[in-house]
């Protein structure tokens, strides 16, 4: 899993949105530590992102669904900004898709 690579330890997602229309979904999730309780940001890999500011907790993944089964397409890890707008950019999506 890319986030998990990018944090350099096991995590699992809260959700905090889920849509999808079949062939695409757009996950929005808070990753949290592999037990459940909340992710200690000082002790990842971006430890000096956070403490300085410079990313949120929130993942998000752009997945489509293809022969083989839900593949991760394009994801952010901690975004500052709408980051999504690029994803309904480049492919065509409505922003509804990626609100609640």
């Known amino acids: 899993m890319p986030i998990q690579r ?11 949105v889920l849509n999808s229309d079949g062939t695409w979904a ?3 999730a808070v990753p ?3 037990d459940g309780t909340p992710m200690d940001w000082s002790q990842t890999m971006l430890a000096r992102d956070w403490a300085n500011g410079w990313m949120s907790d929130i993942a998000m993944v752009l997945l489509r669904r293809d022969g083989k089964g839900w593949q ?6 901690g975004p ?3 980051y999504w707008l ?3 950019d480049q492919y065509g999506f ?3 898709f990626f609100t609640n």
């Not at 990018?6 to 905090?16: A, H, Q, S, T």
């Not at 991760?72 to 890890?77: H, L």
Request: charged fraction near 25%; aromatic fraction near 12%; hydrophobic fraction near 45%.
């Open 94 to 96: 409505p922003e509804r």
């Open 32 to 34: 949290h530590n592999h």
């Open 6 to 16: 990018e944090i350099g330890r096991p995590l699992v997602f809260v959700v905090d």
């Open 80 to 82: 500052t900004d709408v």
């Open 26 to 28: 757009y996950l929005q």
């Open 86 to 88: 690029t994803w309904a």
């Open 72 to 77: 991760v397409e394009d994801w952010v890890m």
